[in-house]
Nanobody, 116 residues
Framework: QVQVVESGGGLVQAGGSLRLSCAASGVIFSINAMGWYRQAPGKQRELVATITHGGSTNYADSVKGRFTISGDNAKNTVYLQMNSLKPEDTAVYYC??????????WGQGTQVTVSS
């Protein structure tokens, strides 16, 4: 069984920063990539950023230049540094683990609220 646990969400004023962390544990055969997705009320879940096992990163256009994803392969951990936060960044942020053998694993989500 695989557990994916996020932490670091909270309430912050516009222009502020938050750092999200995600740790995966359990029986994981392999990790192709880890990433962050978010879902705002009334909207579909969308990609925020991903990082492959080799370190390649991908970002949504809306967060480029403000968010930075990083990872620690040895610890099956991924981080999301979020700077210059905007009210439109308010959402539940979910961590995703892409195991090419077993499929996707998701965390329970962590709330990020940015006040104007």
């Amino acid at each position: 069984q695989v557990q994916v646990v996020e932490s670091g969400g909270g309430l912050v004023q516009a222009g502020g920063s938050l750092r999200l962390s995600c740790a995966a544990s359990g029986v994981i055969f392999s990790i192709n990539a880890m990433g962050w997705y978010r879902q705002a009320p009334g909207k579909q879940r969308e990609l925020v950023a991903t990082i492959t096992h080799g370190g390649s990163t991908n970002y949504a256009d809306s967060v480029k230049g403000r968010f930075t994803i990083s990872g620690d392969n040895a610890k099956n951990t991924v981080y999301l540094q979020m700077n210059s936060l905007k009210p439109e960044d308010t959402a539940v942020y979910y961590c995703n683990v892409d195991d090419p053998w077993a499929g996707d694993y998701w965390g329970q989500g962590t709330q990020v609220t940015v006040s104007s």
